[in-house]
């Protein structure tokens, strides 16, 4: 009886599998076996070559120039969008007049595809007269500012139009956590005199553990697999600048048509982005336990 | 004491309300932008159009074919949808519910999926969809789609069922209910809040997919929105009051379903996440 | 944790053993002929994949159509910014589009055997031996018509404040300083990209350094490893960042698209830019008063000047097109003067087919001299991994931000080329 049942819980999952290990996991793997190899496609035939993949990749400065940067986008987005989306929600769950139109603002940047983001902060951004920003910037009587042209800003420049993209997106997650937050406790919480600050610090917030988890896990993973904003905002540039991971692994993988060397960084980073991942989850874990 | 409790929510909400303005002033600036002519929107790019002129989204209409394209997208996200909600459905609960070795292994596996950089896969992907005569159709597509994001959805199923009370489960079986019929009388029509968040989430990736169709759809007839309007990026001439109506046009089928769908997208994504 | 990525590493391991064995297997000839059959009642699909528009070949195409009434073309533009990535993609999965525009000799393909040999083609000697690039003296690409890129520059800002195209450097670099005084922002440039730095470096380069007789085979001895760019080119291009010391080119371009500055030019805002004749069109759409023309960067010393370009644009045929006869009779169907002349109608250039004489248009008038020297030349397009230009585009980038000299770009360029040649050989 019991083996029969667990027979169809495998099977319920078969479906799944098939498709996931035929388009995923075996073009994945596929490319990965050929990173002990110099596998190029400026070239028919492939040889094993050991770790060589490996030991170049340390030396090579755009790559940890990507890793560098992947991970301050990473850090900083996961940080900066959740700061600002707990207390937008927990704002937005009051009872205001505009609440619905306010979250609908807010969330609307979501929706737009990131190859639109990109063109569209790019003429915004523009560092001639009549880039939208640096115009409304001169008439408050501040300087212009070279947002995508200056290697020192142009990281922070495209991190701030993915704020502005995805903050709405956390919100709406965390509202979605308040709403199931009985509003007993919080008439609880001020009937014992608690004030404001006390009450989100001591209430809300351990509330909102479980879509803290979600938030910062989620945007942390994506925010290390960075890569089409940067394509389309600067391509990596001004020199290497705001190269991410993925944008070098491209490079390297075509036009430098290294794809042996590209996926031993592919297995690497894999690998980073799995124990980063891991750890993340463990902090969490121990943080909704207290 | 009533009165200094009525007066905060005003200062809140001024303050929500000017940063709401920061935040709608790029989406502004796409739309104004498309009714202008080139040297008004170099001279002011924030002002008001002199007179409104319309004619650049019929042109952008025609040049996109966006009847075609709009349908193309559609097809896609659609049955896309329906195979990257159903198969993680059936494997999160088979998942949920095993106990064998087997089953904790498979699932270690596709939750692999999630770290990595998928972009390096690309080259026997091709290769895969070509030796499969899936080569320039939306299927190919579609495909992809639904592979792609079963790790992720997996992910986010599973936290649900576990949550689910094995009470209705059991007295099923007692009926003599399988395990298949019981997934799909019992548990799946339960799984329909976190179902809601995860076809928000996945019908913004799928509708907005640019690299995918880039690689597999190959003819005009097969291209989506965003293909149409990257034909007209790029280095070699760029013609502004041709290419904003056509991000508009690109963007605004999502838009406006969002706004619409405003209300229940929060009490979808309310049932869903927060159960986990 | 530990766990898990044991499973993880142990499963990548097992299937990297099972794997690697099929990856070598050779599956040309296998799949060839699948189509065969029906094709007399069906219409043959042909793919042209390009990185310049549909528009600036849209005269070539309706001739296609017209002359091939039972082949559909289908032409697919992809920027350049993603082209390799798309091309590379799908000859390496064994597909590809049938023909593909390419710049050089093609030699990266042929080198993998993704490209058809056109050495002995019937439409290949009606071409003049300078059109066509060779790699390891075969013949992979047809040249579409010559490419090239100057300076354009606002004839009406010019003559306003008396100023003619210069002659020599100097000039040029005093032609900036009286625009600047007058309030005029001399010169646009869209930096964001790599390419354009990368041109006008290459620009002194072919004045001061490709010139030279003793320099006549440089390319060659570059592309085989026997000559590196460090200790040869360091002159030119350090005497070319004084147009950056000056501040002709500014910290601010590296934010500014190519599109951005071509609207810069075009609307007046900035008195020269540099690029090619396929702007030509837009910068008349944009503002059909523009009066322009295009001067070649100057020498040192009074010349003609050099422009850079060279057969440029070029068409492959894949190896592995399914429908080879049919691509093979388009490439004749190129090799006409009616093509030839409607490929030059969208997108102006000199042709390479024997026999055909183009008129310069006007705005060329003052690049006549340096076409009737022959100097017009691009360096990296000869070199067989030339998408390594990029890397060094972007080490000027950081040249003008001040990370890095001028001797560190040059290094950067031979540190890639050396590692392009080990691969190309492929030990």
């Known amino acids: 009886m019991t083996r029969k049942r667990e027979f169809a819980f495998l099977l319920l999952i078969v479906p799944a599998l098939l498709f996931y290990f035929i388009f995923y996991l075996y073009p994945v793997i596929s490319t990965f076996a050929h990173s002990f190899t110099d596998w190029s496609l400026l070239q028919r035939s492939i040889h094993f070559i050991g770790l060589d ?97 200056e ?49 989100f610090w001591n209430i809300t917030l351990p509330l909102l553990v479980p879509s803290i988890t979600i938030n910062t896990v989620l945007s942390m993973i994506g925010g290390l697999k960075v890569f089409d904003i940067i394509f389309s905002m600067t391509s990596g540039g001004p020199g290497h600048a705001t190269e991410s991971i993925v944008t070098v692994l491209l490079q390297r993988a075509f036009t430098d048509s290294q794809l042996g060397y590209a996926s031993a960084l592919g297995v690497l980073f894999s690998l980073f982005v799995m124990v980063v991942t891991l750890l993340q989850l463990r902090l969490m874990k121990r943080w909704e336990v207290s | 004491m009533s009165m200094k409790k009525a007066q905060r929510p005003y200062l809140l909400e001024l303050s929500l309300i000017i940063l709401a303005v920061i935040v709608a002033l790029p989406i502004y600036y796409l739309l104004v932008t498309t009714l202008k002519t080139p040297e008004e929107a170099a001279a002011s790019p924030l002002g008001l159009p002199h007179h409104w002129t319309f004619g650049n989204y019929a042109e952008a209409w025609n040049m996109m074919r966006y009847p075609r394209v709009f349908t193309n997208n559609f097809i896609i996200t659609f049955f896309s949808l329906i195979g990257c909600t159903l198969l993680p459905c059936m494997a999160a609960y088979g998942f949920a519910r095993s106990r064998s070795l087997i089953g904790k292994l498979l699932f270690v596996a596709v939750i692999a999926g999630l770290v990595v950089p998928f972009q390096i896969a690309l080259i026997p992907l091709y290769k895969l969809i070509s030796t499969l005569h899936l080569m320039n159709t939306l299927w190919a597509v579609i495909i992809v789609n639904i592979s792609v994001t079963i790790p992720f959805n997996v992910f986010l199923f599973i936290n649900f069922v576990k949550s689910l009370p094995l009470e209705v489960e059991e007295s099923a079986s007692i009926d003599g209910s399988g395990v298949i019929g019981t997934f799909f009388r019992i548990v799946l029509p339960l799984m329909q809040p976190v179902v809601a968040s995860a076809a928000i989430l996945n019908s913004l990736t799928f509708w907005n997919d640019f690299m995918g169709p880039l690689l597999f759809l190959q003819t005009r007839d097969k291209a989506v929105i965003l293909q149409e309007v990257y034909r007209n990026i790029g280095q070699f001439s760029t013609n502004w009051t041709a290419f904003f109506p056509m991000m508009v046009l690109g963007v605004a089928p999502l838009l406006i379903f969002y706004i619409i769908m405003q209300k229940y997208i929060i009490k979808g994504i309310a049932a869903g996440s927060v159960k986990g | 944790m530990k766990k898990i990525v044991t499973v993880f590493l142990s499963l990548l391991m097992l299937s990297s053993l099972v794997l690697s064995g099929c990856g070598k297997s050779d599956d040309t000839g296998s799949n060839k002929n699948s189509e065969g059959g029906s094709q007399s009642e069906k219409k043959v699909k042909i793919r042209i994949m390009g990185y310049n528009k549909e528009e600036t070949r849209r005269s070539y195409l309706d001739y296609l159509k017209e002359k091939l009434p039972n082949v559909d073309i289908e032409f697919q533009f992809v920027d350049l910014k993603s082209f390799e ?205 523009l009066n322009m023309g295009m001067f070649p960067i100057p020498g040192l010393t009074a010349g003609t000047g050099w422009l850079i370009g060279g057969p440029g644009s070029a068409f492959a045929v894949n190896k592995q097109s399914k429908h080879k006869d049919v691509a093979m009779q388009i490439m004749e169907l190129t090799a006409t003067q009616e093509a030839q002349q409607a490929l030059i109608k969208d997108n102006f250039g000199s042709s390479f087919l024997k026999g055909v004489e183009v008129e310069l248009p006007s705005e060329y008038a003052d690049s006549a001299a340096a076409f009737k020297e022959g100097h017009v030349y691009a360096p990296w397009i000869t070199w067989p991994f030339g998408a390594i230009a990029e890397d060094y585009g972007k080490a000027l980038q950081e040249v003008l931000t001040g990370a890095k000299k001028v001797d560190e770009a040059l290094q950067v360029l031979d540190n890639k080329a050396e590692q392009q040649r080990k691969s190309l050989k492929g030990n």
């Open chain 1, 53 to 149: 993949n490996y030991r170049q990749l340390f030396n090579d400065d755009v790559v940890l120039t990507g890793i560098k940067n992947s991970i301050v986008y990473a850090v900083i987005m996961t940080i900066v969008q959740n700061a600002l989306a707990v207390p937008l929600a927990v704002a937005l769950d009051k009872n205001l007049r505009s609440k619905n139109v306010l979250r609908m603002v807010f969330f609307a940047p979501a929706v737009l595809s990131p190859l639109v983001v990109g063109f569209l902060w790019s003429y915004i951004m523009s560092s001639l007269d009549y880039g939208p920003l640096n115009q409304m910037l001169s008439h408050l009587g501040l300087g212009s500012v070279n947002w995508l042209g």
């Open chain 3, 85 to 289: 990535n798309m091309l590379r993609t799908q000859l390496a999965a064994g597909e590809g589009p049938d023909i593909f525009e390419t710049s050089g000799s093609g030699a990266v393909y042929a080198n993998a055997g993704y490209v058809e040999d056109l050495t002995d083609a019937s439409f290949t000697s009606k071409y003049n031996d300078t059109g066509l690039m060779r790699y390891q003296s075969k013949v992979y690409t047809i040249p579409l018509q010559s490419w090239f890129e100057g300076i354009w520059y606002n004839k009406d800002i010019f003559e306003k404040y008396g100023l003619t195209p210069p002659k020599t450097w100097d000039e040029w670099m005093d032609i900036h300083d009286k625009l600047r005084q007058e309030g005029i922002k001399p010169q646009a440039m869209g930096a964001k990209s790599w390419e354009p730095m990368m041109k006008q470096s290459m620009g002194m380069l072919l004045n001061e350094f490709y010139s030279k007789p003793e320099n006549k085979d440089f390319d060659t001895a570059f592309s085989d490893g026997t000559k590196a760019v460090s200790g040869q080119w360091n002159d030119a291009v350090t005497k070319w960042t004084e147009t950056i010391q000056k501040g002709n080119i500014t910290k601010d371009m590296l934010g500014v698209d190519y599109d951005q500055a071509q609207d810069e030019f075009a609307t007046g805002k900035a008195a020269m830019w540099e690029s090619g004749p396929w702007a030509a069109e837009a910068l008349k759409q944009k503002n059909p008063n």
């Open chain 1, 151 to 199: 290697p020192k800003l142009a990281l922070y420049s495209v991190i701030l139009t993915q704020v502005w993209q995805w903050t709405g997106w956390a919100m709406v997650i965390y509202l979605a956590n308040l709403q199931g937050i009985s509003k007993e406790l919080f008439e609880a919480a001020h009937i014992d005199g608690a004030n404001g600050w006390k009450t």
